[in-house]
């Protein structure tokens, strides 16, 4: 079992910065696939970045390319999402989530991920 655990979201204007991060533990970090996802009110959850074992290779949603950097650092078993240039269409609760099988191809697909955070709320203010 992994355990995930999200921190770093708020209340932010528009223009403004956040840094998600989550911590897992209970398991290999470094033998899964991280990827962050997100659900606005009444709206499905999405794919918003993913990264490989390594974090040599990244992923994005084409709505946050240039402006959201995804890294993690498996010595401290933690993901991060640094979140530049906030719009308020980027209100939501924020996920991370972790697949063992993970591949490019299924990066962006929800129902693969085996562990999932309890999310973080980030508000983007006009």
């Known amino acids: 079992q992994l355990q995930l655990v999200e921190s770093g979201g708020g209340l932010v204007q528009a223009g403004g910065s956040l840094r998600l991060s989550c911590a897992a533990s209970g398991h290999t970090f470094s033998y899964y696939v991280m990827a962050w996802f997100r659900q606005a009110p009444g709206k499905e959850r999405e794919f918003v970045s993913g990264t490989n074992w390594s974090g040599a290779r990244t992923y994005y949603a084409d709505s946050v390319k240039g402006r959201f950097t995804i890294s993690r650092d498996n010595a401290k078993n933690t993901v991060y999402l640094q979140m530049n240039s906030l719009k308020p269409e980027d209100t939501a609760v924020y996920y991370c989530?972790?697949?063992?099988?993970?591949?490019?191809?299924?990066?962006?697909?929800?129902?693969?991920?085996?562990?999932w955070g309890q999310g973080t709320q980030v508000t983007v203010s006009s």
């Open positions: 989530a972790a697949d063992r099988g993970g591949t490019a191809q299924t990066m962006a697909r929800s129902y693969e991920y085996d562990y």
